[in-house]
């Protein structure tokens, strides 16, 4: 082969391999500029998902059940209506506090017994009407022999935040959320319940607990957390722990004496 022809292909080879590097890099950039993009856009989707969730915090949780009837206002699945009104939320009036609904952390009982509300821990904060039934039911109970009192009423947020922490440290989470409530999830701070007597199971087979099970929603107060309705309410059982709701709503849970859960009967969820 004459040298000036062997020379011209090695030139000829050494173009093609530069346009072939060339092209590489350029295939290589491209492939990352995508990679970026998608990434970018599973990122915008991630904020999407979020804002979408925070609108419907302590509202929908799963939007199956329930429907959008206007701005801020739902219908569950059993077709009660779902409203919030300040951070609070309310089901055909009744205000709702559980694992999927919170209270502002600053919410403190608007019409307490006591006139104001002084502290983070307070019998005589809880709500007006709902002390002025526990005083019938409790002076009722009491001609009969029975002995009952509240031993834990309005928990303010910060209360609940120290209560929560030492029960988690003790227990670890997922126990602690069986029978304690995180901080603005807890129905103490709406001064609406309150837990009687032992504030533990031994209450069950007391007199005064058996007494309270058959007739507390006569004075309208509920057994907040039923037995075998765990599932619903996302907590144990305590026959020491009564909401006040009125009476019309209270005979309608207390059901014939098989208590229903105020989840269960306004097709509500209780899940963090
Ligand atoms: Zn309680």
Redesign the pocket.
Known sequence: MPKRRKKRKTKLLGVVLLFIFILIILLGGLIMLNNKNKDNISVKNEIKKEKVTNNLDKAPVDSNSYSLLADGEYVTEKGYTLKKDKGISYVDGYMIVNKTYSLPSDFVPQNPYSGSVDGDWCINCIDKEAMEAFKLMQSDAKTLGLNIYIS?GFRGYNRQVTLYNNYVNRDGVEAADRYSARPGHSE?QSGL?F?LNSIDDSFTYTEEGKWINNNAHLYGFIIRFPKGLENETGYQY?SW?LRYVGKDLAMKIYNNGNWLSLEGYFGLSSVY
């Open positions: 834990s103490h319940c837990d305590e722990h």
